[in-house]
T-cell receptor
Framework: AQSVAQPEDQVNVAEGNPLTVKCTYS??????LFWYVQYPNRGLQFLLK??????LVKGSYGFEAEFNKSQTSFHLKKPSALVSDSALYFC????????????FGAGTQVVVTP | DTGVSQDPRHKITKRGQNVTFRCDPI?????LYWYRQTLGQGPEFLTY????????KSRLLSDRFSAERPKGSFSTLEIQRTEQGDSAMYLC???????????FGSGTRLTVV
């Protein structure tokens, strides 16, 4: 079984400040971790993934995430948030045991104010 | 490469009617997935194909739901006797293999009235 927790329904941040969106996971087998972003009435847009290798992963639009195996976390970060980063963010996990099937978190709404 | 295409983008139907959605994956992707996303929630896995074989079905996929991928290319998802609880965004994704991640389509938003 696999599960994902995004403990914050919403994150509010001022433009220019650092942004962090939290994600913890549970899987059997080795984890594959992903972040997606969704704008209103749109599909899911890939941001970044961790498969293996360096724990710090850099992705699109200045986002990065750090894989922490001991804490089973994969938090998404951006050093300086933009108003255009306001969207719904989903963490997702797959694993070597799950046929490529993803388990998504419930999502975190990010609101960046000018 | 035009990405994953889903048709229609929006569908409004009356309760009790049947609806069918189509997904055209990226041509070289042999894996195809269907998810359902209700308002304010993350997508939930429905079913998965490798080529034309349907390899897994979620218990969310009741008897009223059926999915096919007859030639290992496009896929259809049919919902019979729709209920208001079926109102959701239905997302399709395709992949060459799990470690490469997915490409999602823009989804079909179903509203049952």
């Amino acid at each position: 079984a696999q599960s994902v927790a995004q403990p914050e329904d919403q994150v509010n941040v001022a433009e220019g400040n650092p942004l962090t969106v939290k994600c913890t996971y549970s899987v059997s087998g080795n984890p594959y971790l992903f972040w997606y972003v969704q704008y209103p009435n749109r599909g899911l847009q890939f941001l970044l993934k961790y498969i293996t290798g360096d724990n710090l992963v850099k992705g699109s639009y200045g986002f990065e995430a750090e894989f922490n195996k001991s804490q089973t976390s994969f938090h998404l970060k951006k050093p300086s948030a933009l108003v255009s980063d306001s969207a719904l963010y989903f963490c997702a996990v797959s694993s070597t045991d799950s046929w490529g099937k993803f388990q998504f978190g419930a999502g975190t709404q990010v609101v960046v104010t000018p | 490469d035009t990405g994953v295409s889903q048709d229609p983008r929006h569908k409004i139907t009356k309760r009790g009617q049947n609806v069918t959605f189509r997904c055209d994956p990226i041509s070289e992707h042999n894996r195809l997935y269907w998810y359902r996303q209700t308002l304010g929630q993350g997508p939930e896995f429905l079913t998965y194909f490798q080529n034309e074989a349907q390899l897994e079905k979620s218990r969310l996929l009741s008897d009223r739901f059926s999915a096919e991928r007859p030639k290992g290319s496009f896929s259809t998802l049919e919902i019979q006797r729709t209920e208001q609880g079926d109102s959701a965004m239905y997302l399709c994704a395709s992949s060459t293999g799990q470690v490469r991640g997915y490409t999602f389509g823009s989804g079909t938003r179903l509203t049952v009235v």
